[in-house]
């Protein structure tokens, strides 16, 4: 996924070793999804190729409109997002959108720093670049963000290996026992806070059935767990188990 001319199809025409797509300079060459099988150690995949999403506003032609909601549509079926920036125009407005649109969908994403090889460096550029883009992420910046040059093919398949790693973390499974064996001793030293007056206590701790991570926190008042305690229980949770790259629900319900 990604905007217009960020390398997308180069990058699967070098997965491939065949020029599957069209690649030329000009921004929306890509109008459709093309899918492709790929093999990698031993694992197969099937690679989408999306057309470029600009902003909605810069969108007129109606092949481009169509364009824009096929590769929406290839979101929505995806286990893993590899979102492809072009270094040299930076982390932009467009981008968040679409890392928002994935997050939204509860898929797995890795974010791909393209043209690494053309952006000027010096000592401290690259976690620089990487400080700006988890900045403008949060509070979900638990991502993998390589940079790579297609041209070069630096680092192109750790971004494979990293795709397939954040697939197994959003396909992990962790049992009510362990939970609630991490969980209730933390939240006992440290519970959420009194609102209105009134003491939330969390009983029971489980991860639900589906697709994608999500927990259920049982508790008498779920109606005042606070958004901060929430984030403090997500990070927790990240801390303890591999999550890296996905997005996680986490639900209070009525015990």
């Not at 999306?50 to 909601?69: N, Q």
């Not at 509070?139 to 795709?163: N, W």
């Not at 994608?212 to 008498?220: D, I, K, L, R």
Request: proline letters at 5%; a positive charge; charged letters at 25%.
């Amino acid at each position: 996924m990604g905007r217009p001319n960020a390398g997308k199809s180069s990058l699967v025409n070098l997965l491939l070793g065949t020029d599957r797509t069209i690649v030329t300079p000009t921004p929306g060459t890509t109008r459709d999804s093309i899918h492709s099988h790929y093999k990698y150690f031993d694992l197969e995949f099937q690679l989408i190729d999306t057309a470029g999403i600009r902003k909605k506003a810069k969108v007129s032609e109606d092949i481009e409109f169509y364009s824009v909601m096929r590769a929406i549509r290839s979101i929505e079926s995806s286990d893993v997002c590899i979102l492809m920036l072009d270094a040299e125009r930076g982390f932009e407005a467009q981008d968040l959108n679409i890392f928002s649109l994935i997050e939204k969908n509860h898929k797995g994403v890795v974010i791909l720093v393209n043209k690494w090889d053309l952006v000027e460096k010096q000592t401290n550029t690259h976690k620089q670049f990487e400080d700006d883009i988890r900045q403008k992420l949060a509070p979900f910046t638990d991502v993998p963000i390589i940079f790579t040059s297609v041209l070069t093919k630096q680092r192109v398949y750790k971004a494979v290996e990293s795709a397939v790693e954040v697939f197994r973390n959003r396909s992990r499974k962790i049992t009510t026992s362990q939970l609630n064996d991490f969980f209730l001793p933390l939240i006992s030293s440290m519970p959420p806070p009194a609102y209105k007056g009134k003491f939330v206590r969390i009983k029971f701790v489980t991860q639900l059935p589906g697709r994608y991570p999500a927990f259920a926190f049982f508790c008498n008042l779920p109606q005042y767990v606070r958004e901060p305690y929430k984030r403090f229980l997500e990070n927790k949770l990240r801390e303890q188990y591999n999550f890296n790259g996905v997005p996680v629900e986490i639900f209070f319900r009525q015990k």
